[in-house]
T-cell receptor
Framework: DAKTTQPTSMDCAEGRAANLPCNHS???????VYWYRQIHSQGPQYIIHGLKNNETNEMASLIITEDRKSSTLILPHATLRDTAVYYC?????????????FGKGTSLLVTP | SAVISQKPSRDICQRGTSLTIQCQVD?????MFWYRQQPGQSLTLIAT?????????ESGFVIDKFPISRPNLTFSTLTVSNMSPEDSSIYLCSTTGGGERGYGYTFGSGTRLTVV
């Protein structure tokens, strides 16, 4: 799986958009970008994933650059409950026999 | 996606003793994964458990310290043996049940272990 680089921490005001960047300059053509988050002391939770097109679901939007070397997770209206560690993971689709490899992630603090 | 029930949610144990953590999945799954999360750190994979075969351990983890059982497709246990304070961590199980493209990974709620 390709290596990812994320900022260690970020702050965001409640109600504002939270934009979490991820660099994955060595990503291969068949690797997807996945985002998970871990709210304090809970198990990680899937957020969104994409290959090269921008994706949106009820939780977030994922913007992937044209060269696919970086991406941004967008929480459009952050709430206090979005305070968590966010992990960007790059991996090949379909190899479910292998565990997810977690980097250090970005600790997002949403403030009132 | 599969739903995992993990227990105990937390425990405080004496050094030198052992603790067995259980994960029950609500559907049959092929692979289960066990992670350790030390205080303030990210998740580190301990081992992969495939039903019917011995678990595969990551570098730095050994079967004598972290024996794993996988008696059927819905259940797995991880034992932390001969515990020391350095074993104080959150332990999590995970499975891929329900999805093939990475978003189907689900996790137990974790076991917070404190060794005194």
């Amino acid at each position: 799986d390709a290596k990812t680089t994320q900022p260690t921490s970020m702050d965001c005001a409640e109600g504002r958009a939270a934009n979490l960047p991820c660099n994955h300059s060595t990503i291969s053509g068949n690797e997807y970008v996945y985002w998970y988050r871990q709210i304090h002391s809970q198990g990680p939770q899937y957020i969104i994933h994409g290959l090269k097109n921008n994706e949106t679901n009820e939780m977030a939007s994922l913007i992937i650059t044209e060269d696919r070397k970086s991406s941004t997770l967008i929480l459009p209206h952050a709430t206090l409950r979005d305070t968590a560690v966010y992990y960007c993971i790059v991996r090949v689709a379909g190899n479910s026999g292998y565990a997810l490899n977690f980097g250090k992630g970005t600790s997002l603090l949403v403030t009132p | 996606s599969a739903v995992i029930s993990q227990k105990p949610s937390r425990d405080i144990c004496q050094r030198g003793t052992s603790l067995t953590i259980q994960c029950q999945v609500d559907s049959q799954v092929t692979m289960m994964f066990w992670y350790r999360q030390q205080p303030g750190q990210s998740l580190t994979l301990i081992a992969t458990a495939n039903q019917g075969s011995e678990a595969t351990y990551e570098s730095g983890f050994v079967i004598d310290k972290f024996p794993i059982s996988r008696p059927n497709l819905t259940f797995s246990t991880l034992t932390v043996s001969n515990m020391s304070p350095e074993d104080s961590s959150i332990y999590l199980c995970s499975t891929t049940g329900g999805g093939e493209r990475g978003y189907g990974y689900t996790f137990g709620s974790g076991t917070r272990l404190t060794v005194v």
